[in-house]
C-alpha cells in the first residue's frame, strides 16, 4: 500500500459524553440539541433515539413528534472540546500527519509508523482500547489505502466497530450496489440531481461517467473517481488561516422586528468572532451578515475591507449592511468574517481598551459595552469569557430579547 490511512470516528460523540457522565442515561433515547419547545435542530442523538427515526440536523419539533418520549439536553461544548482534546492527544501520537475534520473524527496517516496492514490494524484496536479506557468512550476506526476508504471503512460496522479496505478492488466491491451517497462527497442535493438523471447508484456512475461529469463538472469528475476507488488525497494537518470564514449565528426562539436589538445582538457576535479569530491567530478582509427571515428566506451580504481585526470594526460593518436591508422579521442572524490571514499587526482585546485609551474602535467598543449594560442591567464586559460559551451567549440573547420587548 502506497499509504495507510486511519479514520476514527467517535460513536454519536455528544450523547455519549452525556451518558458516560450520567450513567441513569444509558440505554435511553437521548436527543442534544434544543429542547422540543425551542426552535432548533438536534445536534445529535444516542443509537436508542435513532430507532425512532431521529437523526442529526432533523428539526427538533419533527424529532419530538417521532420521539416523545426522548430526553432532551442543550449541547456543553465547552465540556465536548475538552473531551476532544483528550482524544486528539491520544490519536494523534500514532500518526505522521493528522487532520481533524471536527471534534470528533479524524483521519490519520501511520504509513511509516503501521507499515502494512497487520500493523495498522494493531494500532487501530489501540487507538480503540485507549480510548475506551481513558476517556470512557467508544469510537469506530476505519483502515483503508486511503482517505475514502479509511472513512468508508469507520462507517461500516458503527458504533465501536472496526473495518478495512485493503485496495481499490475492494472498495469498489463493497459499495459497487449501494446507494450513491455512499460516496461522501455527495451530499443530498448532488444525489437528487442524480437520480433526476436515472442515477442511483455507484455501478450507475461508473457506467454513466461522461453524463456525471456533464452534470456536476469538477464535482462530476471527482465522483467518477471515488466510484472507482481512485483517491489520491493525502492526510494535510489542518491550518486555521485555511478555513473561508470565522462567524458565528444565533437563532431567536420567536421573531424579531426590532432593528436596534438586532444590532445589540450584533455586537456580542462581532465580540464572539474576534474572540475566535484572535484565539487561532487570525484576522479578516471582509465582514458577511446572514439573515434568515420568518418565512425561512435567508439572505448574506457582505463587503470587504482593508481589515478588520477588532470586534468593534466587525460590528461597524455589520451593522452599517443590516441597516440597509429593508425591516422584516428576523428569524436567525449571524456575522461572519472572510479572507482569513495571520495578524500583521498586535491584537487588541476588550483587556486592553484602558491600556490603549487613544485607540477610537476600542473606546467606541467600550461605551457600546456601557450602554448594553445600562439597557439591560447586565455586566457584559465582566463576563465576556462565560458570553462566548454557545449556551451562555444564546441565554443571554434570549433574556435581551425578552427584556427588549417589556
Known sequence: MDQIIIHVDMDAFYASVEIRDDPSLRGKPLIIGSLPHERGVVATCSYEARKYGVH??????????????????????????????????IWYSYASAAQAISLDEAYLDVTEQAGNLEGAREIAM?????????VGLTCSVGVGYSKTAAKTASEEKKPDGYFEIADAEAFVDLVIDRDVRVLYTVGEKTAQKLNLAG?????????????????????????????????????TPYRPEDAKSIGREVTFQHDVSDYGFLKDVLLLLSLCVEHRA???????????????????????????????????????IAADLLNREEEEPVR?????????????HRQLSLFDYDEDPLDEAN?????????????????FAGNLEKIYSSQVLYRTIEYMRKRSEN
Open 126 to 134: 489501540t487507538i480503540k482500547k485507549r480510548t475506551r479506557e481513558e
Open 332 to 344: 436567525l442572524i449571524g456575522v461572519s468574517i472572510y479572507n482569513l490571514a495571520r495578524h500583521r
Open 199 to 235: 442515477i442511483y447508484s455507484v455501478r450507475d456512475i461508473q457506467n454513466n461517467s461522461a453524463k456525471v461529469r456533464e452534470l456536476l463538472g469538477k464535482s462530476g469528475a471527482w465522483i467518477t473517481q471515488i466510484a472507482y476507488g481512485i483517491d489520491q488525497r493525502k492526510v
Open 56 to 89: 442529526s440536523g432533523m428539526n427538533i419539533k419533527e424529532a419530538y413528534r417521532l420521539c416523545p418520549q426522548g430526553i432532551y439536553r442543550h449541547p456543553d461544548f465547552n465540556k465536548y472540546r475538552t473531551v476532544s482534546q483528550q482524544l486528539h492527544e
Open 363 to 379: 473606546r467606541e467598543m467600550k461605551k457600546r459595552l456601557e450602554n448594553l449594560e445600562r439597557k439591560y442591567g447586565l455586566d
Open 278 to 316: 484572535r484565539g487561532v491567530g487570525l484576522q479578516g478582509g471582509g465582514v458577511t451578515l446572514k439573515l434568515t427571515y420568518a418565512d425561512m428566506t435567508g439572505i448574506t451580504r457582505s463587503r470587504l475591507t482593508d481589515s478588520c481585526e477588532s470586534a468593534y470594526q466587525i460590528y461597524r
